[in-house]
C-alpha cells in the first residue's frame, strides 16, 4: 500500500527496537539456549516473543521440562544405548512387592512381611 500511495514505509518496532521480522530471525537463538543462559537483550526479546506468540512459550516450557529429564537422568539413559542396561531388575521386584502386598491388602507383621518378600525373590 504504500509503494500505491507513494509514501515511505517505516515497519512496527517493539520495545527492543527489533521489527517484527528481525524478532522472530532473532528468536531461534533464544528458543534453543536454556533461560539460565539468555542474556539482558535475549531475556527481553524472549518476553517480546512469548507475550505475542503465547504457544512458543508452551513448546518452549515443554522442551525445557524434557531437557531437564534428560541432565537429571542421562547417566541412565547412556547405560541404556551404551551397555543395553535397564532397570527391568527394579521394574519386576516392585511389581512383586505390589502384587505381594495386593494379595494380602496391608502388612500387620513387618518382620514376617519382610521374611516372606526375601522368599518371593529369591
Known sequence: RCKE????????RYTNGDTRKQLLARAKHVLVKHFSK???SQRIRAEIIF???PELKSVYDLAIELTNI?????ETILNYF???ETNAFAESFNAK??????QFRGVGDIPFFMFRLCKLTA
Open 38 to 40: 539468555w542474556t539482558e
Open 51 to 53: 507475550d505475542h506468540y
Open 82 to 84: 551404551v551397555n543395553r
Open 5 to 12: 500511495q507513494n509514501i515511505e514505509y517505516v515497519p512496527f
Open 97 to 102: 512387592i505390589k502384587a505381594f502386598r495386593a
Open 70 to 74: 534428560y541432565n537429571n537422568y542421562y
